[in-house]
């Protein structure tokens, strides 16, 4: 206890008399001297009819013109008890002072002993009914004595300043709400004090993997000798910030401490997420150190994300406007195609550019209603689903011809193609519409410091987006297959040596740009992640670009035979 009682200030008494000494000149503006951490009253018990009391330390202009109104005020400075012992207010303000030292200096086994003495002091003082407040510039610190029968829950919220990144610093607000069944089980006359400590550091609390917490508060909640768990009806805790957080970037989670020797780990069990604007919720079942942590083995820096977005913008513009001249001078300068690999190849065209103008379409679109973004999103979903489907039967289509071979013809061919890639897609995406529209809306791409994010219109279920990986999943797998298949049978035209190798090539170019580029999307960890969205941005932003370049060098190539073929 020596090292909470260094330093400490005088009492409550000497503050009386320097009361009685300015207010005896009469019209004096006056305040009370308190020491460099502040103690007031906290906010007064939900349900309560008092109204918060003026706070002790704050100053104000009085008159006092009657000499009883004088006398008795200062009989009751003088002689009335504070509302803790000055002992226990030095105490307190000296361990908070200690630890608000140790915080800048990131000294965290010191800090766990000096935060365990603090707990200790906050749950042996007496705080009286209303409670009490301790605060330093990291630190803040709420004391209560309730008794089990009278306790009709209570609210407690603090302002902490957060620096941001080239901004001024702000005030973010934060709360905490106790249920009445805080005190289930205990006696109606039994007392407990409840402890409360916002932390504005997270030096103390590094897991093994360095992660990062909301604007690096802290709050912890206990009982004093009493565990409390599995509470019928949650603790409420609300984080306030300013980013663009939701499920996918923001979690709430508490504190479990290791062994000496190893760092603790923040857990999630027992405590449930809700994102507001502006605003974490976390519902807790229990009383112990909260936080919301910051998901950041996905995300990019922002200039990481900026390069990434000019790449697939400028990639996807190029691809859908070869796409649709290649489509253009089929259609309108050629005769119509009349076999079924040109109509195949023409499809995927088709596709690939509804599926880079509704990519092009969605992030506009997410700054609109959220109807228009659900919309722009559903249209993303089906052209996806539809450019797999056509990169399929691209496979299927060169397995009938390079594998197969004989007994290939099928009757209304490209009819049933077309009901499987055009038509089922389109009625998975509608039926989604109808019954469960909220699986799109808005998708927040984040990056690491939780600033310039990219939001887009995009899945929002985790379930529809992994469906959405296992139909892709499929594909890729069965045009690798028929890739494998066909290198196989290349390899064993040994006559035309020279011919087998033009179509080696031909074929495994045919199969890369019909989908094989998309396979990178499954390497997407650990140190692989930046390069991977690199290479799957550029192969798949420019596919209609290399699909293109290959349709007219096998349709000049064709027609240069033909020609051949007629002299």
């Not at 502040?38 to 202009?61: I, N, Q």
């Not at 649709?324 to 119509?336: A, E, M, N, Y």
Request: hydrophobic share 40%; glycine share 8%.
């Amino acid at each position: 206890m020596e090292g909470c009682t260094k330093g400490a200030k005088q009492g409550e008494s000497e503050s009386a008399i320097a009361f009685i000494r300015l207010s005896a000149y009469g019209n004096f503006p006056f305040c009370l001297h308190r020491p460099t951490v502040h103690s007031e009253p906290p906010l007064r018990h939900r349900g309560s009819s008092r109204h918060t009391t003026a706070l002790p330390g704050s100053c104000w202009p009085g008159r006092i013109t009657e000499m009883p109104t004088l006398l008795l005020t200062a009989l009751v400075l003088c002689f009335a008890e504070p509302v803790l012992p000055s002992q226990d207010t030095e105490s307190i303000q000296s361990c908070m002072l200690d630890l608000s030292e140790g915080l800048k200096l990131s000294s965290s086994h010191h800090n766990w002993d000096r935060l365990r003495e603090l707990e200790q002091v906050l749950a042996r003082s007496k705080p009286g009914k209303e409670g009490y407040r301790f605060k330093t510039n990291m630190l803040e610190a709420f004391v209560f004595s309730i008794t089990a029968g009278s306790f009709q829950g209570l609210n407690l919220s603090s302002s902490m300043p957060v620096q941001s990144k080239g901004r001024q610093s702000a005030w973010l607000r934060g709360s905490i709400s106790f249920p009445v069944e805080l005190m289930e089980g205990m006696g109606a006359q039994e007392e407990q004090k409840l402890v409360c400590i916002y932390i504005q550091s997270a030096s103390m609390f590094l897991d093994e993997h360095n992660s990062s917490v909301l604007n690096n508060h802290i709050l912890g909640a206990f009982l004093h000798n009493r565990r409390v768990r599995w509470l019928r009806r949650p603790v409420e805790i609300h984080f306030s910030h300013d980013k663009e957080l939701d499920s996918s970037n923001a979690t709430c989670v508490f504190w479990q401490p290791a062994g000496t020797g190893s760092a603790g780990s923040w857990s999630r069990e027992g405590c449930e997420t809700q994102h507001q604007k502006g605003t974490v919720r976390c519902l807790c079942n229990h009383l112990t150190y909260f936080a919301v942590l910051l998901i950041q083995a996905h995300n990019l820096s922002e200039s990481e994300l900026q390069s990434l977005t000019y790449i697939s913008t400028v990639g996807c513009s190029i691809s859908a406007t070869a796409a649709f001249c290649t489509l253009l001078l089929c259609f309108v300068f050629r005769c119509r195609p009349r076999d079924d690999t040109t109509r195949i190849h023409m499809n995927l065209l088709a596709a690939l550019l509804l599926l880079n103008t509704s990519f092009l379409l969605s992030e506009p679109l997410a700054a609109g209603t959220m109807g228009g973004c659900q919309a722009a999103a559903a249209l993303l979903h089906g052209s996806l689903l539809c450019a797999l489907g056509w990169m399929g039967a691209e496979g299927f289509h060169l397995y009938l011809l390079l594998i197969k071979v004989y007994n290939i013809y099928v009757r209304h061919y490209l009819l049933k193609l077309c009901l499987c890639t055009w038509g089922l897609p389109t009625l998975a995406v509608v039926a989604v519409l109808i019954f469960k529209r909220e699986t799109y809306g808005h998708h927040i791409i984040s990056t690491a410091d939780g600033y310039k994010n990219v939001t887009m219109c995009w899945l929002t279920s985790p379930s529809a987006h992994y469906m959405t990986l296992c139909y892709a999943g499929l594909i890729l797998l069965f045009n690798v297959l028929v890739l494998v298949a066909v290198v196989v049978v290349l390899r064993k035209m040994r006559q035309q040596q020279q011919r087998a190798r033009r179509d080696c090539m031909t074929v495994l170019g045919l199969t890369c740009l019909l989908g094989t580029t998309w396979g990178t999307a499954f390497c997407a960890f650990g140190v692989l992640l930046v390069p991977q969205l690199y290479l799957f941005t550029i192969l798949n932003s420019l596919q209609g670009v290399f699909l293109c370049l290959w349709y007219l060098s096998t349709d000049r190539s064709k027609r240069g035979s033909d020609r051949s073929v007629s002299t």
